[in-house]
């Protein structure tokens, strides 16, 4: 009987409280010693030659006859009321089926109390109007051809002078979300933290707006069959997309089916619903034909979403030993026109480290930039670079091992509930992590002319428990072979793969004799948004027990045809075997005998376990080469150590901790958007000015993986690796820089001009005595704080 | 992007009658510069005119006698690889080297790198600004990082070849050829500061085309360096770049050309430097004293500060590397 309980599920650092409908009969989990074939070895991606050979079916390959093409009309300001729209030119030019404006669009409501069309512009690349004509080429001319008359507004773009009561309003309930004090967190006694301290260090750190830049930008396809909706989209959540259009058009939740068999990234910024579905179907409507909505990049660096800029003032208070005594982060994340408050800068210093007292006070505030959306570890990248850099400067000023700091202050209980972590083996992923990059060799200065080499490290801590509800089925055919049917999504991480080898695993089937259905809300049962890096602890139980449940129908059937006990039986490879009396039958046997009576096994991810904290834990170590007469910083070599648990497969988390590595890098040394603020616009909203790695700033790249699994966590002990391997990068290389050249940069992106700046700094400060000359020696380290 | 009319020109008197019949047209060869601009609706020109169906107008032909005349619509990557280039011509080779990818290589031809526009943010943006006629300057008080601290007039962009410094540093020059005849320049002649009624980093007129870039033979034991200081470790345009060719008689120095990239509207003669260096010979203290005169007179204008910095070093480690050979 199923039943319902509460279960607590854990969201990019928010706890969520969920009912949950569970079966009492739950899986077991596999435990440490269980003889695996398939989980935890490496498996070609399921998928992966149709991906490099062109021939996988995305989004923008969907061709369907009489496709009308979608472009939309953005705002050229940053803050600005709409006051007439003149479309008469647009729709007469030949090949234009259907314009979109407030003027003939229905008053949906879309983020708090604006419409799909506002009266109002908040950013520019803010939506005005939509076009659907015979070609791209059409469409994007007749948007020349709409004549917008705007009333210029004052705007702000900057998160601090949106803060003040005199500011623009972005919104009209006020520019800081939640009111003027914030979201506040606190333990124990601040203040008599920091009296107890020995140093107290107070620093300013800043994290820019980077760009997500998804290979494949919000695009999708509309098509009506009657009054039923299917919607081709990108997207990271195909029920969430399902359940935002239908809210918005106002259908029922069976008459929307959205699609997404094969997506090119997304990493947070494709949760749910967008803007651009809605308008595509309500055009698709108009038009009486599908509707192709595919963005340009500058679309896309424009309103497609953005890491919040963030600004910290980071307090901290140690005692001689170097515990801490009390932190205390004021935060400032600039959300845009239509972020919301999700990110959790203070993540890191509430949770990672034992303190007693602690103060978060995180403000997320409304401008007229373009809107931030969750990027892969949302606050968590921010924090912990402000964080991580501080431990640091904090070691080398009691003259300490930044390694041996962290062990000083490792939380054995999370700090913030004080319960105990299902598992924590962040103290293996130092030592591991520290061994592998050689950690204890660093001291001795390595120079090579101008050329300076330092080593630096950053700890890892996220969720990534995943929890209900998550559903799958399985279904047998009277070959042999098995249908896995979700309604999750592979957003490019592997899910296919690894979800296929959990349930060959489980059913005792080869890999390749199983497809998996994923992306389609009309065949596969709710799944969670991919996001949060809870797919696979959130779909691979539900796949698991999904298996189960067929398997167990399979082997009561083979008994009864094999005249053995049920329980005497085990399935491999697709042969059954029975111990007592020895015998075998192959699966595919069993399914032809019952025909078209089909084996449909169904399975729930169960709730989580009560009373213990899931989190992931890492370390990351990184080698830098400072040129500290040019400002070059070059990445010589990363080296990670990352728990996730169990490793279902070692090739698809190597890839997760690879790619997040690259774009840690990124987001360490080059990644920027900028926004002009005289105008209020974007200036680089393009692949050429923005800078993203190329292959010849990506270092050798060292991974190890804790691989145990958590056994209380979930029924395959594996937890998420989505996220965490991006969260610790930036942070190491910048405290490897300071290691090399003997210079902080508490802004990023570390780039050459505030290298050269730090360095001209250090020049000017007088020379102590004794000491040879230079911009950066190796011993002569700057004390702060 | 407008609607545009297309030709193929046949020759380049053709070329050049077509630029002149029609007011609002561009020439068109790789078209890695051109197309992103009209893309943008920076222009908007009504005729586009090939040269690359032009006769012989790509090759690449050496005398024998140590000099090389180039087609303009060679590409770059057809020069990279030309032996010549590589033998004679180290410093070229090596710009091409770090310039663009190998796929903008092997489509960009020299001509057009040679009249490219800059790549000022807001030049490119929707931005009124001097090289579109209007009045004033968005980078001065905006986002200058990318800005010139040298020859500033009433544009503070950057020249952004990275074929323009090494050519310059060789001495080379280029015949432009319009309905009214040819005429060879030198290419440093051919970069000029944009003021008053030029809105543009070069002085070819409307109805002119680059048709030939030529590189003389260079003095017995020239030596050259390359340096390219970029965001990301390729495919980028320089922050600063730095081309010098140098040769010596009995070890003095005779000759000397630094030319400074991406600090200046066009390619930048570091005068001060190259004074500093002729008929001395090459040490150590005497690197310190050009280098540093590499950079007097430098006005940066906010964030592009580290260019005084970067452009020094970027000296001081050329003359370095050739103060052994």
Redesign the interface.
């Known amino acids: 009987m199923p039943k319902i309980v509460r279960t607590r599920v854990e969201f990019e650092g928010e706890v969520r409280e969920r009912m949950a409908v569970v079966v009492e009969d739950q899986v077991l989990p596999w435990s440490a010693r269980e003889k695996l074939d398939i989980v935890g070895r490496p498996h070609p991606r399921v998928g992966g030659r149709q991906i490099v050979t062109g021939g996988a079916t995305y989004t923008a390959d969907v061709q369907i006859p009489g496709m009308l093409h979608c472009k939309i009309r953005r705002s ?1 300001l940053p803050h600005a009321e709409v006051l007439s729209i003149d479309t008469a030119e647009a729709q007469t030019l030949f090949g234009v089926r259907g314009v979109l404006t407030h003027a003939n669009a229905p008053r949906i409501r879309w983020f708090g109390n604006s419409f799909l069309f506002d009266r109002f512009v908040r950013f520019e690349g803010d939506e005005v109007a939509a076009v659907a004509a015979d070609s791209e ?1 059409i469409a ?1 001319d007749a948007l020349d051809l709409i004549h917008v008359r705007y009333r210029e507004l004052p705007f702000v773009v900057d998160p601090e002078q949106a803060m003040k009561p005199d500011a623009p309003r972005v919104h009209k309930e006020g520019n800081v979300i939640g009111g003027p004090e914030g979201d506040v967190y606190e333990r124990g006694n601040l203040e008599e933290g920091f009296a107890r301290s020995n140093h107290v260090f107070s620093e300013r750190y800043e994290t820019q707006a980077a760009v997500h830049n998804c290979l494949e930008p919000h695009c999708c396809v509309a098509m009506w069959n009657g009054d039923e909706l299917v919607l081709w989209t990108s997207t990271q959540h195909a029920y969430g997309v399902r359940d935002g259009v239908a809210a918005a058009l106002g259908l029922p939740l069976h008459k929307v089916r959205v699609i997404c068999e094969f997506m090119g990234a997304g990493f947070g910024s494709k949760q749910g619903a967008g803007k651009h579905e809605v308008i595509a179907a309500l055009l698709a409507k108009m038009t009486e034909r599908p509707v192709r909505l595919y963005p340009s990049r500058r679309e896309e660096n424009l309103a497609g979403g953005v890491r919040h800029p963030t600004i910290q003032y980071l307090r901290a208070g140690v005692r001689r030993d170097g515990k801490l005594m009390a932190l205390h982060l004021r935060s400032i994340a600039n959300v845009g026109a239509y972020g919301t408050d999700s990110s959790e800068v203070g993540g890191p210093v509430r949770e990672l480290y034992d303190c007693a007292n602690v103060r978060t006070e995180q403000f997320a505030v409304y401008t007229n930039a373009g809107p931030a959306a969750a990027f892969r570890a949302p606050g968590y990248v921010e924090g912990m670079f402000a964080l991580e850099s501080m431990m640091d400067q904090i070691a080398y000023s009691l003259s300490m091992d930044p390694l041996q700091l962290r062990l000083v202050n490792y939380a054995r209980k999370d700090p913030v509930r004080g319960a105990t972590y299902s598992s924590k083996p962040l103290d293996e992923a130092y030592r591991t992590g520290a061994k592998m990059a050689g950690w204890n060799l660093r001291a001795k200065a390595q120079q090579m002319g ?1 050329r300076r080499r330092g080593l630096g490290m950053a700890s890892q801590i996220w969720g990534g428990g995943g929890g209900p509800p998550a559903y799958a089925i399985i279904r047998l055919n009277s070959d042999g072979t098995a249908d896995l049917v979700t309604g999750t999504q592979d957003i490019g991480t592997g899910t296919k793969t690894v979800l296929v080898q959990i349930a060959a695993e489980e059913l005792g089937l080869k890999a390749e004799d199983i497809r998996i259905t994923v992306g389609d809300t009309l065949a596969g049962p709710y799944a969670p948004v991919s996001a949060g890096s809870m797919t696979v602890p959130s779909m691979g139980p539900a796949v698991r027990a999904a298996a189960k449940s067929a398997r167990e129908e399979l082997l009561s059937l083979a008994s009864a045809l094999m005249q053995v006990s049920a329980a005497s039986l085990s399935i491999r490879n697709g042969i059954i075997t029975s111990t007592t009396p020895s015998k075998t039958v192959a699966v595919s046997d069993v399914t032809r005998r019952i025909g078209d009576f089909m084996i449909v096994g169904k399975g729930a991810r169960g709730p989580n376990p009560p009373n213990v904290k899931v989190r992931t834990f890492g370390a990351q170590f990184a080698e830098v080469e400072v040129d500290v ?4 910083v ?1 990445v010589t070599r990363v080296v990670a150590v990352h728990d996730f648990g169990r490793i279902i497969n070692p090739l698809t988390s190597g890839s997760q901790i690879e790619g997040g590595i690259v774009q840690g890098i990124g987001f360490a ?2 990644e920027e958007r ?1 926004v ?4 209020g ?1 974007s ?2 909203a393009n692949l ?2 923005y ?1 993203i ?2 292959i ?2 990506i270092p050798i790249i060292e991974h190890a993986l804790i691989d145990r699994p958590d056994e209380s966590c979930n029924s395959i002990g594996s937890k998420g690796a989505g996220e965490p391997p991006i969260i610790p990068t930036a942070a190491a290389i910048a405290n490897a820089v300071y290691d090399a050249a003997g210079v902080r940069v508490r802004s990023l992106p570390i ?3 505030k290298i ?2 730090e360095i ?1 700094k250090l020049k000017l400060q007088p020379k102590p005595a004794g000491e040879a000359p230079g911009p950066a020696q190796k011993r002569r380290r700057p004390r702060r704080g | 992007m407008r609607a545009f009319d297309y030709v193929d020109a046949t020759s380049v008197e053709d070329a050049t009658t077509f630029l002149q019949d029609e007011a609002d047209s561009a020439l068109i060869a790789g078209g890695t510069e051109l197309l992103v601009l009209m893309k943008n609706k920076v222009i908007n020109p009504r005729l586009l005119i090939n040269v690359k169906s032009i006769d012989g107008l790509h090759r690449i032909r050496a005398d024998g006698e140590g000099s090389l005349t180039i087609g303009s619509v060679a590409t770059i990557a057809e020069l990279g690889s030309d032996e010549v280039v590589q033998r004679s011509f180290p410093i070229l080779a090596d710009a091409i080297r770090v310039a663009a990818s190998p796929q903008l290589r092997n489509m960009a031809t020299v001509g057009g790198n040679l009249c490219q526009k800059p790549r000022c943010w807001y030049y490119r943006g929707s931005f009124d600004c001097f090289l579109k006629g209007a009045r004033g300057c968005h980078a001065l008080n905006g986002q200058n990082r990318g800005s010139g601290i040298f020859g500033r007039s009433e544009c503070y962009a950057v020249n952004p070849s990275d074929l323009a410094p090494p050519l310059v540093a060789l001495g080379a020059s280029v015949v432009i050829q319009s309905p009214q005849g040819r005429k060879q320049i030198s290419l440093a002649d051919f970069f000029t500061l944009p003021r008053g009624e030029l809105l543009n980093q070069t002085i070819l007129g409307r109805d002119e085309m680059v048709v030939e870039v030529r590189i003389p033979k260079q003095p017995h034991r020239s030596r050259g360096v390359f340096l390219k200081a970029m965001e990301r470790k390729t495919w980028s345009f320089a922050q600063a770049s730095v081309a010098m060719q140098l040769s010596r008689s009995d070890d003095r120095i005779e000759d000397v050309r630094i030319v400074l990239g991406a600090i200046a509207p066009i390619p930048w003669r570091a005068t001060a430097a190259e004074d500093a260096l002729r008929a001395r010979a090459l040490t150590r203290q005497l690197i310190e004293v050009a280098s540093a005169a590499a950079v007097e007179g430098a006005h940066p204008s906010g964030d592009n500060r580290y260019k005084v910095t970067l452009v020094r070093e970027l000296v001081k480690r050329g003359l370095s590397a050739l103060l052994n050979t």
């Open positions: 050229p080429e994007e101008a007469e040019t400002g070059d070059t040394l080059m900028f002009d603020p005289e105008s616009t200036l680089n050429e000015a800078k790695p190329t010849l700033d780039t050459r001009e050269l700046v001209g």
